[in-house]
Structures are given as structure tokens and as C-alpha cells.
């Protein structure tokens, strides 16, 4: 029987891990889950090794979802077992800069993929704000925030300057000590609804709209807004998978919007986005998906 070790805490967002569950029994895979603050890892003068829980040993498949506030050891770690022939979906320095969405926005500019024009910050500058958002509402976001917390808006790129200290403390230390930027945007067709993809490999495996629930401009699922399929013969399929491509990523989930022209532009990427509402809301089995994606790989490095 094939094993996949998923790096993560099963009770974070336990749908998911549901899910995985479920898929794993159907395709006959084991799944073992590895907690990421028991890891070590030791340098010597004769090498280095990565250790779960203490002892030296080398995952065969693995899979790292919560791991976001861990990277001082779980990206060493992961690389020294990708170096001793583990097979690792989503490069993990590549995993922890898709978290980062100004160097997620300079990424897909450089690739050429369209994305929401997006000035970064840790004071905002009016001036600036003006040129990239017009005369649009704004939108200032966290650089690492997730599910839609410490998102605002304002009615002009002037209010945002004059009420930018409104924003909660809390959020400018959201991963370490290190002081927290922001990226302000334009507020596209006035918010509240939004696109969301699921790409695994090099395909779109699924794709919804999600419209915000009444008096909220963020369009998360867990703030209440609803979602509905959308076929991947649509647009944004084929702008999300080159998005994912551009952040050199195996599989993410990919948030775009339609703007006022028709075109397809890429908001968020996250490496390791959740896939239980998406899965609820079109039917298409995504975890199977990264699991068959996972086990090709293996397969492949065999064969190699």
C-alpha cells in the first residue's frame, strides 16, 4: 500500500483533512500525519539530517498543509528530504513566497499573467495609491493575511492614508517580529464577488463564483458569502492553472475576479488553500486529485 505523509494538524480546518481521508481509503493509500513543531534538524561535521519525532528518517510521498508559522525548520527539513529522494508536492520556498502576495503579484506580473494592479506598503502614500487606484474604492490588504482577515476598504486612496492607523494592531505582526506590509489595490466592480479555481498539476480541476453575503465586500466562505460551479471551459481556468505555473507551484488554489473590460485578473494564490467548500460546491473530488498527482510523481521518479 502506497503512504503519504501529510506535514499538518488534522484538527485545522478538519473538513479538509475529511476529505483527504476519504479519497485515500478509495485509492487505497495510507495516510500518516506528521505534526510540524516535533520536527528537528541536526547539522554535523559528517551532514545533515531531519528528524520526526527524533529519529532520522526520510518521508516516501509527502504533503504539507498547516505549516505556514513553522518555516524556521519545516522548510530545511523539507528540503533535505527532497534532497534524499522524497517525493514533495509544492517546492516549499516556492509554497511559503505564494503566502506572500506582494511577491505573489511580482511573480505573475513577471510571467505576464494579469493581476489587479497593486502598490505595497508599510505607510501608504497618497499619491501613489491615486495612480494605481484611480478613482476606484480602495482595498488594503495584509501581505500574509488569510480567510479575509485584516481586509479593509475605503471610498478613495485619500481616506485610506487618513485612516490607515485604523487598521488593528494584531495584524502587523502576523508571522514573525518582523513588521508587516500592506498592499492596497483598487476595490474591482465594488467587491462582494469574486472567482475561485482549485489547479492541480497542470489542469483547473475546479472552479466557482462566491458572492459575499449581504453587507460584505470579502468573499470568503467562512464570512458567510455563497458559491456556485462554474464550467472549466471558463476563462479564468486557463489564467489560473498559468498562474500556479508562474509561482512555480504543483497545485494551489487560485482567487481572480473579472474586471470592468471582461479580463480575467489573479488576486490571491495560496499553496495551501483549503478544499472542502470547492468541493462542496462543484462536486469534483480535489483531494483525489492531489493524491493521483502525488502518487504520478512517484511513479515517475521511479522511473527515472
Known amino acids: 500500500m502506497a503512504e503519504v505523509t501529510v506535514l499538518h494538524y488534522p484538527e485545522v480546518r478538519a473538513g479538509n483533512w475529511v476529505l483527504m481521508s476519504g479519497a485515500a481509503r478509495r485509492a487505497g493509500v495510507r495516510l500518516v500525519t506528521w505534526e510540524p513543531h516535533l520536527l528537528q534538524v541536526t547539522c554535523t561535521d559528517s551532514g545533515m539530517s531531519a528528524s520526526y519525532p527524533g529519529h532520522p528518517t526520510a518521508p516516501a510521498i509527502l504533503l504539507h498543509r498547516t505549516v505556514s508559522r513553522f518555516e524556521g525548520i519545516v522548510a ?3 528540503q533535505l528530504w527532497e534532497s534524499a529522494g522524497s517525493v514533495v508536492l509544492n517546492d516549499i520556498s516556492a509554497a511559503y513566497a ?3 502576495k506582494l511577491l505573489t ?3 505573475l506580473s513577471r510571467a505576464g499573467v494579469p493581476i489587479v494592479a497593486t502598490v505595497a506598503f508599510f505607510e501608504p502614500d ?4 491615486i495612480s494605481t487606484a484611480g478613482d476606484h474604492d480602495v482595498i488594503v490588504k495584509p501581505a500574509h493575511g ?5 481586509i479593509r476598504t475605503f471610498r478613495s486612496p485619500a481616506e485610506s492614508v487618513d485612516r490607515f492607523h485604523e487598521l488593528p494592531a494584531a495584524i502587523q505582526d502576523v508571522r514573525t ?3 508587516e506590509h500592506f498592499l492596497g489595490q483598487a476595490l474591482v466592480m465594488g467587491g462582494g464577488r469574486d472567482l475561485r479555481a482549485y489547479v492541480v498539476g497542470r489542469v483547473c480541476v475546479a472552479l466557482m463564483e462566491r458572492i459575499a453575503a449581504p453587507g460584505e465586500f470579502r468573499a470568503n466562505l467562512s464570512l458567510g458569502a455563497t458559491a456556485s460551479p462554474l464550467g472549466l471551459g471558463h476563462a479564468a481556468a486557463a489564467v489560473a492553472v498559468d498562474a500556479v505555473q508562474a509561482c512555480g507551484l504543483d497545485y494551489a488554489g487560485v482567487d481572480l475576479i473579472e474586471d470592468e473590460s471582461g479580463i480575467i485578473r489573479v488576486l490571491e494564490i495560496d499553496a495551501w488553500a483549503g478544499f472542502a467548500g470547492i468541493t462542496e460546491a462543484t462536486g469534483v473530488d480535489v483531494a483525489g486529485a492531489i493524491l493521483r498527482l502525488a502518487l504520478a510523481r512517484r511513479d515517475e521518479a521511479g522511473a527515472g
Not at 497618497?126 to 495609491?129: C, D, G, M, P, S
Not at 488569510?146 to 485584516?150: A, L, N, Q, S
Open 76 to 78: 530545511p527539513a523539507v
Open 98 to 100: 505564494a503566502r506572500d
Open 105 to 107: 503579484s511580482m511573480a
Open 126 to 129: 497618497k499619491e501613489l495609491l
Open 146 to 150: 488569510v480567510r479575509g482577515e485584516g
Open 177 to 179: 517580529d518582523s513588521r
